[in-house]
């Protein structure tokens, strides 16, 4: 029912397909080796996740808001009940109502509205987004936020930033309970001491929306380390340069909660520095707070069982939020350390869940499972590159993946390949797992694994291609036959075959001379184009051009750089890394594409000219956001890796797309006319006055009759019509909430605008 209801929301305007090319889906289904559903298949896997509650779709249920430190990735999950057990459903629509951070990402309401704010890192400041949704959230930027130092005042700049240090976590709490939130967060990487931002706005007689902070200590609760070990009662030096004196360098992590329920707040203390336990718990021994001094009293450095002990990750995140929707906070505790040259990194069982048996304010925590959400996904650890391949001839596409695995037990040394075999057809994929390390690769040791299989010699059976890390492509042929395959390895230097790093292969006829060429993708984001110059029995695979189509898909990024008459400009320039990894999609109309999944975490389309020494055109509006109805090019986070098949029979090309966070993300392709421009536009329009109370007009630069509609923020039609421009359009009996309207012009070319109702 997830699919149809979300396939139904995608379709509301009854647009031309043509016009989208792809669309998200979960049709294939996904069985583990037993056959059992895999209900989270296509999520995309998790890394390093954090978690807050929000209610998405206005039902009263408090849903899951996910944010993933790998690729700053946003996750929507919805509640539901089934069978009186709550279980979360992915629904990507609402994923793009957040704006891009990084580090983190939590919710937390800070105006008393109850509606959860949006409070995240841009990598240069902590900003808070404001809650405006009344059906569905609606984030609109405050301000990024400042604190005024009363520890180390400075006249000429008395307000500093709030502090966020790449891979601590901060706790967005009321400590002094005033009613408003305060922030804590570590001074700097290198110490154990903490930051008190604390919100002034309720004491100052301040309207909450005015939110204002002091910075009022620089040693909070008196913690720090000494050997090593943290310890409370600490002295305090009260400046940042106090971390010169560490010669380590180390993430930190805290949750503020009162544990149990005297009325302040107690400590859970994460650390990459301690690899057996890496959690420390703190006691709070006052009720009142005393600045500066020993507000946590006692350290318990064993605060969890064995049993949970010894599943903890470093550095861990810890998400306090309500998961069985009993009223209750329950506790999350999540991989959240990035330095894999420092850390064994736990990428798979990385989701530790406890039960709060109490109360919030009182907390009985039970150990419930190690991989809450991501258990129910395809996920293996970091990184996943798909192809399909029909390898037992039966007339439907089977799934192979390669994968780094748990880098917590394979220190990405030892890539590995999944085999998922279609027990449906070859128009209702049903994919089960038959082995998780195909042909035995992981005792090979080989790194950065990209699959592709070819008919290489002819013989009528798929021979198996890997692309790896240091740019060479490996070759199994195939010595069995089409039914019954046997892959015996032959060269690790396939063709001598060099790319700058992280090979990518493909093959397919470019060229269209009835031989299969070979385009590889590599480290500089762009694509090598090998022409096969010999017969389809006995290739000779000649590199023709090292920049095909002009495919670059490195992200641009700002910088500085020095122009000739002495000056200093700001220009933009593309990053040394792209990670390109390309497929051919053919259409019916005899039309194809390349698409090109890169480290910026998108997928990019390009038109497949004839003529392969001309630039290939970008398709950028290739998809439709679900809720705005706006065009866009979907972010699936990083390292995404396409592959493509006909997996429903319809003729038309679908794309499994794999990313680093070790999962995957399925688009179902839709009917392409012979030029795809992106989407055609009328001219703009607006919807006046807006937010609306009892009427809009459409001001559009047309004097002709106008067909617009009107749907509610899930999809439905609640009205089709015709108006001319400036007429009012009457909506006083429509409930206030979030609607779009679009006009079409005849030829199905449309505009989509937002308008809101509020009548209070």
Same mark, same amino acid.
């Given at each position: 029912m997830r699919k149809l209801a979300f396939v139904s929301i995608i379709l509301v305007y009854s647009l031309n397909m043509s016009a989208q090319l792809f669309e998200i889906s979960f049709e294939p289904i996904f069985k583990n080796e037993n056959g059992e559903l895999i209900p989270l298949a296509l999520s995309g896997g998790l890394n390093q996740p954090q978690f807050s509650n929000i209610d998405f779709n206005n039902d009263g249920k408090l849903d899951l808001f996910v944010f993933d430190r790998n690729g700053n990735k946003v996750l929507t999950f919805i509640a539901k009940s089934v069978h009186g057990k709550i279980v979360f459903d992915y629904d990507p629509q609402y994923e793009a109502l957040f704006p891009s951070a990084q580090e983190f990402m939590q919710l937390h309401d800070y105006n008393a509205d109850d509606k959860p704010d949006l409070w995240l890192y841009t990598g240069d400041s902590v900003v808070l987004y404001q809650n405006n949704g009344q059906t569905t959230p609606s984030f609109d930027k405050i301000k990024g936020l400042?604190?005024?130092?009363?520890?180390?005042?400075?006249s000429f700049n008395p307000f500093k930033k709030l502090a966020e240090i790449k891979g601590c976590l901060p706790a967005i709490v009321d400590v002094d309970g005033d009613t408003d939130i305060d922030f804590i967060t570590?001074?700097?990487?290198?110490?154990?001491?903490?930051?008190?931002?604390?919100?002034?706005? #309720?004491?100052?007689?301040?309207? $909450?929306?005015?939110?204002?902070? &002091?910075?009022?200590?620089?040693?909070?609760? =008196?913690?720090? /380390?000494?050997?090593?070990?943290?310890?409370?009662?600490?002295?305090?030096?009260?400046?940042?340069?106090?971390?010169?004196?560490?010669?380590?360098? #180390?993430?930190?992590?805290?949750? $503020?909660?009162?544990?149990?329920? &005297?009325?302040?707040?107690?400590?859970?203390? =994460?650390?990459? /520095?301690?690899?057996?336990?890496?959690?420390?718990?703190?006691?709070?021994?006052?009720?009142?707070?005393?600045?500066?001094?020993?507000?946590?009293t006692t350290i318990d450095t064993a605060y969890f069982n064995h049993e949970v002990e010894s599943l903890l990750p470093v550095s861990p995140a810890m998400s306090y939020v309500d998961v069985n929707l009993d009223g209750v906070k329950d506790l999350i505790l999540s991989s959240n350390e990035v330095d894999k040259t420092s850390y064994p990194i736990m990428e798979a069982n990385n989701s530790i869940l406890l039960i709060n048996e109490g109360l919030s304010n009182d907390v009985d925590f039970l150990y419930e499972q190690n991989d809450f959400l991501v258990g129910d996904m395809i996920d293996y650890g970091s990184g996943c590159s798909p192809t399909f391949v029909d390898l037992d001839a039966d007339g439907d596409q089977d799934l192979l993946f390669g994968t780094s695995g748990n880098h917590f037990l394979t220190g990405d040394t030892s890539d590995f390949l999944v085999y998922f075999e279609n027990k449906g057809s070859s128009d209702f994929a049903d994919f089960?797992?038959?082995?998780?390390?195909?042909?035995?690769?992981?005792?090979?040791?080989?790194?950065?694994?990209?699959?592709?299989?070819?008919?290489?010699?002819?013989?009528?059976?798929?021979?198996?291609?890997?692309?790896?890390?240091?740019?060479s492509i490996s070759y199994y042929e195939n010595s069995g036959d089409a039914e019954n395959p046997a892959f015996t390895h032959i060269t690790s230097t396939y063709e001598d075959i060099q790319v700058v790093n992280y090979a990518a292969p493909y093959f397919d006829d470019i060229n269209r001379d009835g031989v299969i060429d070979l385009i590889v993708g590599s480290y500089d984001g762009t694509i090598d184009y090998y022409q096969n110059t010999g017969t389809t029995t006995s290739p000779i695979l000649n590199l023709t051009k090292d920049t095909l189509g002009g495919i670059i898909v490195n992200e641009l990024v700002r910088t500085s750089k020095l122009g000739s008459d002495g000056q200093i400009y700001d220009t933009m320039v593309y990053q040394n890394y792209g990670f390109s990894s390309p497929v051919v999609l053919q259409w019916e109309n005899g039309s194809r594409c390349i698409a090109v999944g890169n480290n910026q975490g998108v997928v990019r389309v390009y038109e497949l000219k004839a003529s392969l020494d001309e630039d290939f055109n970008e398709v950028e509006d290739y998809m439709i956001e679900t809720i705005s109805q706006n065009s866009y090019v979907k972010d699936w986070g990083r390292r995404t890796n396409p592959s493509s098949a006909d997996l429903n029979g319809d003729g038309h090309p679908d794309m499994l797309i794999g990313n680093e966070r070790g999962g995957m993300s399925f688009v179902k392709g839709n009917k392409k006319t012979n030029s795809i421009q992106g989407l055609e536009k009328l001219s703009?329009?607006?919807?006046?006055?807006?937010?609306?109370?009892?009427?809009?007009?459409?001001?559009?630069?047309?004097?002709?009759?106008?067909?617009?509609?009107?749907?509610?923020?899930?999809?439905?039609l609640i009205r089709e019509d015709s108006t001319f421009p400036g007429n009012t359009v009457q909506v006083e009996n429509f409930p206030d909430g979030i609607y779009f309207v679009s006009i079409e012009d005849g030829l199905l070319n449309y505009q989509v605008q937002k308008l809101v109702l509020l009548k209070l």
């Open positions: 400042f604190a005024f130092d009363r520890v180390n005042y400075v570590n001074l700097n990487v290198t110490g154990s001491q903490m930051i008190f931002n604390r919100n002034t706005t #309720a004491d100052s007689n301040f309207q $909450l929306e005015n939110i204002k902070f &002091d910075i009022v200590d620089k040693c909070f609760g =008196g913690i720090d /380390e000494y050997n090593g070990e943290l310890i409370v009662n600490a002295p305090c030096y009260f400046y940042e340069a106090y971390k010169q004196k560490k010669k380590h360098v #180390a993430t930190k992590t805290i949750l $503020l909660f009162d544990e149990d329920a &005297d009325g302040d707040l107690d400590l859970l203390f =994460g650390s990459s /520095e301690q690899a057996t336990n890496p959690i420390y718990f703190f006691r709070n021994g006052k009720v009142d707070l005393d600045y500066y001094k020993d507000t946590f089960q797992l038959v082995s998780d390390d195909f042909l035995n690769l992981k005792s090979k040791h080989i790194k950065g694994i990209m699959p592709t299989f070819a008919d290489i010699d002819g013989d009528g059976d798929m021979d198996l291609f890997l692309g790896k890390m240091d740019g703009s329009f607006k919807v006046i006055p807006n937010p609306a109370k009892h009427y809009f007009r459409i001001e559009t630069k047309t004097n002709k009759q106008i067909d617009y509609r009107i749907t509610d923020i899930s999809g439905r």
